[in-house]
């Protein structure tokens, strides 16, 4: 006789983990002792909030508290949303992500001919066009009366820095491109798409992506940035406004804003690829699995001293995320930063976690500390106090920087300007910057970046032909300026 025996294994479901023990108070000593006025911070795992609290005060003076919903702008991890949106609109058939975006911007143009008739739409995403780092950031940075549209037909006039797709190089004037496009496709502005397409279908129903919806809700952050040490980023931490932010043309490579408790429904979506609470679809799982997807390697870096357990063993660029490994674990990741305010966002795929952290002040150094610890919690390795070694690795570098300042500031170099200053005098005219205007005062020189508001200021002489513009407006700091048959160069000082 055969007997069957049916052995029933019930496996429960696996139980959220709690974040390390203290964590709460950790990230206020650690918020208290940067000097960074208010943070928010949630922890997502298998679906479920296991953490999610705020931090500090909205803005110093005030005695309002930071909490969950609290919304803070949130920089170019932002660049997610943009390419969430394009997904939306790829699973609709509208576009493809290797459609030529010249047939969807049919008056769109690259600086080279050919450039322009290969360009896709996946390429605006990933960093590969031939700009340079950053090229362009100038007609949106640190403010502009340029719109959108006419931002982007600007391009043309950007030269490139290395051939088409043979160099990674992080940009943001492309990802302008992509939100223009957007609004071609749709007939709606990248704002209203996001916002009706994006955010509230993933019940993200406090984060904004306008700066009207930010301003008119109570419960925000204030920028805070230190301003008065010599450079930015050193001094005294103070309330800047929040009304002189990056120009609005540049919002879809990073002009939302966001509460914790909204990125928490953002991360759960991401790690349920594109998947709804309801059992609906935001995007499909293709286009999740195209959105992380890396396509362009990013150079790795040699890890400071006491650091060479972060340093990666690939580093690549997807659709709006960065992709890496940490300690042999892939994380796909995103860091951001605007005026008085910085971001991360944290996902662990194959554990199932993701992690953000929101300031409203420039001190980044902080979450990066607190990343790598929670990468280490959700690993299972022991700590490594990481926020102590970054916020000490982080006050040296600063010093070193100022030191390096001052000495710009008091060595002056011998070499007399080339001619008489009254011969600088006049108007510039650049076809992808715009107007700028010398004028001869009876103290010197002084400069206007017409296309920029208030970027006013005297032009020092430093030597020959080169000046030192120190703009009036403090959040914008001294450059470099060279004439010669034009204006030809800009560049930090």
Avoid at 256 to 271: C, E, G, N, R
Avoid at 447 to 471: C, E, N, S, W
């Amino acid at each position: 006789m055969i007997r069957l025996f049916v052995v029933i294994l019930l496996v429960a479901a696996p139980v959220a983990a709690a974040p390390p023990a203290g964590f709460a108070a950790r990230v206020d000593a650690l918020r208290a002792e940067a000097g960074i006025p208010g943070m928010s911070v949630a922890i997502v795992e298998n679906g479920t909030a296991t953490f999610v609290q705020g931090f500090g005060v909205r803005a110093l003076g005030s005695p309002a508290k930071v909490d969950a919903d609290t919304l803070f702008p949130n920089g170019s991890t932002g660049k997610a949303f943009t390419t969430a949106a394009l997904a939306t609109l790829v699973d609709a058939g509208r576009i493809g992500w290797d459609d030529k975006v010249i047939d969807r911007l049919p008056w769109f143009r690259m600086y080279d001919p050919w450039v322009t008739r290969e360009i896709t739409i996946r390429d605006l995403l990933v960093h590969r066009s031939g700009l340079g780092l950053g090229e362009g950031d100038l007609l949106f940075v640190p403010r502009t009366i340029l719109d959108r549209r006419e931002s982007v037909r600007r391009l043309a006039f950007l030269k490139p820095a290395t051939s088409f797709r043979s160099a990674f190089a992080y940009d943001n004037v492309l990802y302008m491109v992509a939100g223009q496009l957007i609004e071609e496709v749709t007939g709606q502005t990248w704002e209203d798409y996001v916002r009706k397409d994006v955010l509230r279908p993933a019940g993200m129903l406090e984060s904004t992506t306008g700066s009207g919806e930010r301003f008119a809700v109570a419960d925000r952050a204030y920028p805070h940035a230190r301003l008065d040490g010599g450079l930015r980023g050193a001094g005294t931490q103070i309330r800047i406004d929040e009304r002189d932010e990056l120009g609005r043309n540049g919002a879809p490579a990073g002009g939302m804003a966001v509460s914790a408790k909204d990125m928490l429904k953002w991360m759960s979506l991401q790690l349920a690829h594109g998947a709804l609470a309801d059992g609906t679809r935001l995007f499909s799982e293709a286009a999740s699995k195209t959105m992380w997807s890396p396509l362009v390697f990013q150079p790795i870096a040699d890890a400071p001293p006491g650091f060479t357990a972060t340093k990666a063993n690939f580093d690549g660029y997807a659709l709006g995320w960065d992709v890496r490994d940490y300690r042999g674990t892939k994380i796909v990741w995103h860091s951001g930063a605007v005026f008085g305010f910085q971001a991360i966002v944290v996902l662990m795929p194959e554990q199932n976690v993701g992690f953000t952290m929101l300031i409203n002040s420039e001190d980044g150094y902080v979450m990066r500390g607190l990343m790598y610890e929670l990468l280490d919690h959700y690993l299972g390795l022991p700590k490594a106090d990481w926020p102590e070694k970054l916020i000490a690795l982080a006050h040296a570098r600063v010093a070193e920087a100022v030191a390096a300042a001052n000495y710009t500031a008091v060595a002056p170099s011998p070499a007399k300007p080339s001619l008489p200053l009254r011969s600088y005098a006049g108007d510039y005219v650049d076809p992808w910057y715009g107007h700028v205007a010398v004028t001869a005062t009876a103290s010197g020189l002084t400069i206007d970046f017409k296309t920029t508001p208030r970027m006013i200021g005297p032009l020092v002489p430093h030597q020959y032909d080169t000046f030192i513009a120190r703009f009036t407006d403090p959040n914008i700091e001294p450059a470099f300026v060279t004439f010669g048959s034009m204006l030809t160069a800009m560049s930090t000082a």
